[in-house]
């Protein structure tokens, strides 16, 4: 028989092993937000953005800093999409919409332009302004494009067409940033403004 | 009316009501909307739907699409490969009989190009449907946003 010394410390040491396996299993069982995305994929663990440089219509410098602080939706297009982006900065006012009419927070909204040729800071803000006077937009030259797309897995191609004009072939998800300035959910097209609302009310709620 | 005119009157009346008697039309465009010119854009793109009423064997086929609002208007058909959109141009969209094609956000679009001015504030845009060896079809379209299920 051990001393009762050894036997308080082995009851001791039970006791807390049993605790401590009932609060990771805890941990473990915890629903996250984050986790359960029904529009799209949650980072984890969120990615941190590498430097870049882009110009906002309204003439500020948007950039990693400008991102600290809040929850951001990327959206990459060009103004002379007929198709696509209109429909998807369409479908983004609709869930800012309502998540405003939920009294939820909202992420700010961001159009990259990846026509810098034809889209001017300026033209690519009164662009996305007209989906919602809240959204902003940004664009820069082709590296400095590439700066923040390429790391973000974000591809963008000038295709000539026929009549003479050209397209932008470009890749559709929004991406979420957090105020950590790092990639934090990814949602693909298509996109449905019931469902983005939903995740993001409760990322935004959770954060 | 003398009686010698009764039969012709007749005949005549049963002509003009045979004429006018409804039968549906081969193709029927409907649902068709535009949405609105963003301010310093010079083009967007409208959808539509249409169906083919034709008989077992025929088919219709859409070439072309004119308004007198825009200069030039081009089919184009989005495709999303891999994430990525591609929007290229089509040259005409072929109906069997009973077929309904939708022109329809993420798919098959309009591109309507070099607005007049009254484009820009205008709230119906006219289309005029070309199809091969048919007669043209009539559209007016509604300016207007929608969501991707074109509700």
Not at chain 2, 24 to 52: E, I, K, N, S
Not at chain 2, 105 to 125: C, K, Q, V, Y
Request: one cysteine or more; hydrophobic letters at 45%.
């Amino acid at each position: 028989m051990k001393s009762r010394y050894q036997l308080t410390i082995t009851l001791v040491l039970a006791v807390a092993a049993m605790a401590a396996g009932v609060a990771v299993q805890r941990g473990l069982d915890a629903p996250s937000a984050t986790a359960a995305l029904a529009a799209g994929t949650a980072i984890v663990p969120p990615r941190p953005l590498t430097p870049f440089s882009l110009q906002f219509g309204d003439a500020g410098v948007f950039d990693k800093s400008w991102l600290e602080g809040r929850h951001t939706l990327l959206f990459f297009g060009f103004a002379n999409c007929p198709d696509i982006c209109p429909t998807t900065l369409a479908t983004l006012a609709d869930t800012v919409e309502r998540l405003r009419a939920a009294g939820s927070p909202e992420p700010a909204v961001v159009f990259v332009s990846v026509d810098p040729e034809r889209d001017t800071p300026e033209a690519a803000r009164d662009y996305a302004r007209f989906f919602d006077a809240s959204f902003h937009a940004a664009t820069g030259d082709d590296p400095a494009l590439k700066e923040l797309t390429k790391p973000l897995g974000i591809l963008f191609m000038d295709v000539p067409l026929g009549s003479g004009g050209y397209t932008v072939d470009h890749s559709t998800a929004l991406l979420l940033i957090d105020p950590g300035a790092r990639l934090a959910a990814v949602f693909s097209a298509p996109h449905d403004a019931e469902t983005l609302a939903r995740d993001l009310e409760r990322v935004l709620a959770e954060a | 009316m003398p009686p010698r005119c009764r039969l012709p009157a007749l005949l005549a009346l049963a002509f003009v009501a045979a004429a006018g008697c409804s039968r549906p039309p081969a193709l029927a465009v409907t649902d068709a909307w535009v949405r609105p010119l963003p301010p310093g854009q010079h083009m967007t793109a409208g959808y539509l739907r249409v169906r083919f009423n034709g008989a077992a064997g025929e088919s219709a086929r859409l070439t072309g699409v004119e308004s007198p609002l825009f200069g030039a208007i081009e089919l184009h058909e989005t495709r999303l490969v891999d994430g990525v959109n591609r929007m290229r141009p089509v040259a005409g969209v072929t109906l069997g009989a009973g077929e309904t094609v939708e022109f329809a956000p993420g798919g098959l679009h309009l591109m309507l190009m070099r607005p007049s001015d009254t484009a820009r504030g205008a709230t119906e845009i006219p289309l005029v449907l070309h199809f091969d060896g048919r007669d043209s079809v009539r559209v007016q379209a509604l300016v207007g946003q929608r969501g991707p299920d074109g509700g």
